[in-house]
């Protein structure tokens, strides 16, 4: 949404702990041109679930996106709930207009609050190392 653009290709790599097995992972290509964090983040977790071993600890996940394309060709279905599509879109450009202004740790997800979780600190490294 930031930087405009759609895809319409998912894919994602899974290495797991200690090379006790092969990676894994897949893609998947779809039927439409979309930058919806939704509808992304529904095929992303379907195809996860679809290709991951979740016996063995997982030690690193790699997602990306092929066919990107400025935000002109999105594509739109019958199906498609167009206002429901608007309010997304406004919600994710306030986000990132919060983000932008105050910084990446001033909207969180309340499982970033646990313990062990990384992202604020992961948040205030620039390259890997000590931002601040």
Known sequence: ????????HISIGIGYSKDV???TGGSRKLDIYTNSYKLLNEYVLALFKETTNREVPIRRMSIAFGNVKPEEF????????????KDERSIQQAILSIKKKYGKNSIIKGMDLQEKATTRKRNKLVGGHNGE
Not at 1 to 8: E, S
Not at 74 to 85: G, H, I, M, P, R
């Open 74 to 85: 999105a594509s739109l279905t019958l199906f498609t709930d167009v206002e429901k599509e």
């Open 21 to 23: 097995i092969k990676p």
């Open 1 to 8: 949404v930031d930087k405009h653009l759609v895809t319409n």
